[in-house]
């Protein structure tokens, strides 16, 4: 039978050297690792890390404390506008005319009820496209100067 192989069959007995894991920067500050150090001559560095393992930020910090919920409400406006009283009432007004209920008035401007709940309450953010499906709806004006 034939050789599958042209030339002489040879075996590769070179060794396979296996290396240890590197220990984990953990097992390194374990105590009793350092005290094994110390013990055998090794060199060992320590370092003490400014407020480590502590949430504590006392008057002994040399950099001031920013408070940073100050910092956005300085640079932010505080509220948003909210509907005023006049444009609610006109929904209201307009929408119980048209003998319509919240929710009748919600499924005609493809919105939720709670949205028409928010804008008759005074709580929704006006806006323009909403205000522009409720004028549309209703058949009142709701934005601009002349809102009565």
């Known amino acids: 039978m034939p050789s599958r192989y042209p030339g002489a069959v040879t075996q590769d007995w070179e060794p396979v050297v296996l290396h240890k894991t590197k220990p984990k920067s953990q097992d390194l500050r374990d105590p009793k690792a350092v005290n094994a150090a110390l013990r055998s001559g090794l060199a060992v560095q320590t370092v003490k890390k400014f407020d480590a393992g502590s949430n504590k930020k006392g008057k002994s910090m040399a950099v001031p404390v920013i408070n940073t919920k100050k910092l956005e409400e300085e640079t932010e406006p505080s509220a948003m506008d909210r509907v005023k009283a006049e444009v609610r009432l006109a929904v209201q007004k307009a929408r119980l ?51 009565k």
């Open 97 to 147: 005319e048209k003998k319509m209920s919240q929710a009748d008035l919600a499924k005609q401007i493809n919105e939720r009820t709670q949205v028409v709940q928010e804008y008759e309450n005074g709580k929704a953010v006006p806006n323009q496209a909403v205000l522009a499906k409720m004028e549309k709806v209703l058949g009142v004006k709701l934005r601009g100067k002349h809102v």
